[in-house]
């Protein structure tokens, strides 16, 4: 099995197909290879918040995914620790964002991650940054 083919069992059939919350916001992958990975997501009026904007923990959420999709491509279990994100631009419903997750720096036990999230006129809406550790796990594919 080539790299590309084993991140992409591993985000389609062992992660997204157990992520109940990223399918119910409705994600989609566009992209995945090593190291990387991006999904699109179109916003809801049920992510709206008060002001009747997207919800920044929707965003939060869909950067999240990406993240977390991109850091298990290489076939190590990886988990979050630390994570950020500046919002840039705000999000309504009907909008459909596109998060890519780009790895920036990967040693034997942390990878840190940056996320872009930008709506349909390729405006960034979101910067994201997250860090995992990389667990002794792999796997099984």
Sequence with gaps: MTPDEKALKIVHQLMLGN???SKWMGIE??????????????ITDSMLNGF??????????IA?????FASNTHGIQAVSIETSI???????????ITAIATEKNLSKKLGIYDVVLTNQKNETVALFKGTVFRTDKFWDV
């Design 29 to 42: 992958i566009i992209n995945v290879a090593p190291g990387t990975c991006t999904v699109e997501a179109k």
């Design 86 to 96: 500046s919002h840039t631009k705000p999000v309504r419903a009907g909008d459909v």
């Design 19 to 21: 992520d109940a919350f």
């Design 64 to 68: 999240d995914s990406a993240f977390a």
């Design 52 to 61: 009747e904007i997207c919800h920044g923990g929707i965003t939060f959420s």
